[in-house]
């Protein structure tokens, strides 16, 4: 089980990482927290704006490209791109006591440059909490910069746990355990962009 307070504050990062207008009116000095993310979520006129469930300590959003879905019991991201259908899938579970968030990706290889960007923010929005130490590992546009020619075009799955990035995918796998210094030398250039 999520706590309350973590749900919140997931909820909030994924409104404000795909720019609602409810979580950006949340001031950076307020705690971030399920009261607030509930409050915000229900009292600030948003066009799309979650839908709340108190009793369930839940959050659910859907729009064109994006839908989400946070409660104590799932945190689910799924990103959609106009007639190609699902690019990503995002979820973080604990199992086993390992915090970890898991990115199916039915055909990497062919994703479009903003359908990568909104899995990165999914995956990034999702660290909190539980998930917090995730934030700072390798992020998918990265992997495909530093290693196009091993991007799968078949469905697979990138895992982030502990300090290590795992991939379905065994030539991808292979490639980023051995591509430390490719994958610093591609996060500078885009971080310096």
């Not at 995002?90 to 006591?97: F, H, K, M, R």
């Not at 998918?140 to 795992?166: C, F, G, K």
Request: a neutral charge.
């Amino acid at each position: 089980m999520i706590e309350s307070d973590t749900v919140g504050r997931i909820a909030i990062r994924l409104g404000r990482a795909f720019s609602q207008k409810w979580a950006k009116a949340i001031p950076s000095d307020a705690e971030w927290n399920w009261e607030t993310a509930k409050n915000y979520a229900q009292f600030v006129p948003s066009q799309r704006p979650p839908s709340v469930d108190g009793d369930a300590i839940s959050f659910r959003h859907r729009s064109s490209s994006t839908s989400w879905e946070v409660s104590p019991t799932r945190v689910r991201v799924e990103c959609v791109a106009k007639g190609e259908g699902l690019q990503a899938l995002v979820e973080a579970n604990i199992i086993d006591g390992m915090a970890l968030v898991i990115a199916i990706l039915p055909n990497f290889a062919r994703m479009e440059p903003a359908d990568i960007w909104r899995a990165d923010r999914a995956i990034t929005s999702v660290c909190a909490g539980p998930w917090q130490s995730l934030h700072r590992l390798t992020p998918l546009s990265v992997i495909a910069q530093a290693l196009p020619e091993y991007v799968p075009s078949e469905p697979s799955r990138i895992t982030y746990i502990a300090d290590h990035i795992l991939s379905t995918h065994e030539p991808l796998h292979a490639a980023m355990a051995r591509g430390g210094h490719r994958f610093f030398t591609a996060w500078s250039a885009l971080v310096t962009r």
